[in-house]
């Protein structure tokens, strides 16, 4: 049998040393690239959890074009964002707003039927004509005001409630104030204001009247109706709503108005994601108050998120107990959760920890051992107790404590000491590699 000479075996011992010695480098790179790439990036990145993120906008980058604007919170009053909100302004056929909750909370009996008053005769700027002797019932003149702003079913409701249109502004007047809208004077039922100079509200006003407005439900759902019937002498008249942002299934509602004094508004109720939202647009353009409206509604969506700022299952803090010459300490815990909208790229919000330093036991559960005091941008927000969930009647016992202690040290030796022959293996293994790999080669 024929053998290779020895030349040739020491040669292929070269060859898979080389080889070797080439793999081991490759793994080795490959792993450190591994390492680099692992902790160079976020883990929701690498597991594929990395979620598309709204850019947040600041409110000084945000205007309109209508000359005064207000985005309050329907539920809390908040303001997002105003401008010029307390400026007087002609408000147009939003003046219907108010003129629909006094005719709601006055008319007892909505499907009654009406006769047309001369002085509510006309077009009177409208798209519906009413005769004189028309028969129309309540609740349809609510509907052709609110839902296809009927300047004359305005006028026709006031004469119902008040018998003249004079009286029923005063009702109108009196309302405003009752809700808080103290810099609001109407003159009529309609918004027309060719010949009333002095019929003007602010931004802010009209946010309050709208926020007490849609507690009805009456109210809610009419102005919230993109298409309704009404009948006049039992003839069927199709109506479309004026304000077409109902399209937006987050838009429900309320009313549009426009003069030309008054330029185009818009007061709009908007839902999303549990947030409520009534936005003003006064004195903007034709196209101007529908991107107002929208620019507004969705930068509060967008910008702001409902956060639970405090959690009353979560540790505030811990308090001390003394008796004697002994001490322990227990935990505290705010006595409510706080969820608020909180703007992202905003808000700061702090907490001051303010607890009790002469505790003695017994410690008693619910009791208030504290209190925690939120502040938002350095608005003070909330303030609430922080309460113990336990009973303590006792110092605990010294030897169980003790015992747990020596537990607890015997498990941290144990821990201590595999750590140690891990890292020690570990070395001794590296160290072999690093030898073979660096070994010079014998020159043959």
């Given at each position: ?417 595999l750590i140690f022959l891990l890292s020690f293996y570990f070395l001794i293994f590296t160290i072999i590699i690093i030898k073979n790999l660096v ?6």
């Amino acid at each position: 049998m024929m053998t290779l000479p020895n030349q040739f075996k020491n040669q292929d011992t070269i060859s898979l040393k080389i080889i070797f010695k080439k793999i081991s480098i490759f793994i080795i790179s490959l792993s450190i690239s591994f390492l680099v790439f692992y902790f160079s990036f976020p883990l929701s990145y690498i597991h594929g959890e990395e979620k598309a993120s709204v850019r947040l906008i600041p409110s000084s980058q945000i205007d309109t074009i209508a000359s005064s604007a207000i985005v309050m919170d329907y539920n809390t009053g908040k303001i997002y964002w105003e401008k010029n909100a307390d400026v007087l302004m002609y408000p147009a056929s939003t003046t219907k707003i108010i003129t629909a909750i006094i005719a709601i909370e006055n008319i007892k009996d909505l499907n009654k039927k009406i006769k047309i008053s001369k002085n509510a005769s006309g077009r009177n700027h409208s798209n519906i004509i009413f005769k004189k002797g028309d028969e129309i019932t309540l609740i349809d003149l609510l509907k052709a005001a609110l839902i296809a702003s009927t300047n004359n079913a305005a006028v026709a409701l006031a004469e119902y409630v008040s018998g003249d249109v004079k009286d029923f502004v005063k009702l109108m007047n009196e309302k405003a104030k009752e809700i808080g809208a103290l810099n609001t004077r109407f003159e009529n039922t309609n918004g027309l204001d060719s010949n009333f100079p002095f019929h003007k509200t602010t931004a802010r006003d009209l946010a309050e009247i709208t926020a007490y407005c849609l507690k009805n439900d009456l109210f809610r759902e009419i102005v919230s109706t993109k298409k309704a019937v009404i009948h006049i002498n039992n003839k069927e008249i199709n109506i479309d709503n004026t304000n077409n942002l109902l399209d937006y299934d987050y838009i429900k509602g309320v009313k549009t108005g426009y003069t030309e004094n008054a330029g185009f508004c818009l007061v709009a109720y908007s839902k999303k994601n549990g947030t409520e939202l009534i936005t003003v647009i006064l004195n903007s353009s034709i196209y101007g108050k529908n991107y107002d409206s929208l620019r507004l509604i969705n930068w509060v969506y967008n910008n702001f998120s409902k956060n639970k700022i405090v959690d009353s299952k979560s540790c505030a803090g811990s308090a001390v107990v003394k008796n004697n010459y002994t001490a322990s300490n227990f935990d505290l815990y705010p006595e409510k959760d706080l969820e608020m909208l909180v703007n992202n790229s905003e808000d700061r919000i702090f907490y001051n920890y303010i607890i009790q330093d002469d505790i003695s036991f017994p410690v008693k559960e619910g009791k208030s051992y504290g209190k925690l005091i939120v502040y938002v941008n350095n608005n003070k927000i909330d303030e609430m107790s922080l309460i113990s969930k336990d009973n303590i009647d006792a110092p605990p016992v010294i030897a169980k404590a003790e015992q747990k202690s020596a537990n607890e040290y015997d498990a941290n030796r144990i821990e201590k000491f595999l750590i140690f022959l891990l890292s020690f293996y570990f070395l001794i293994f590296t160290i072999i590699i690093i030898k073979n790999l660096v070994k010079p080669e014998s020159n043959y």
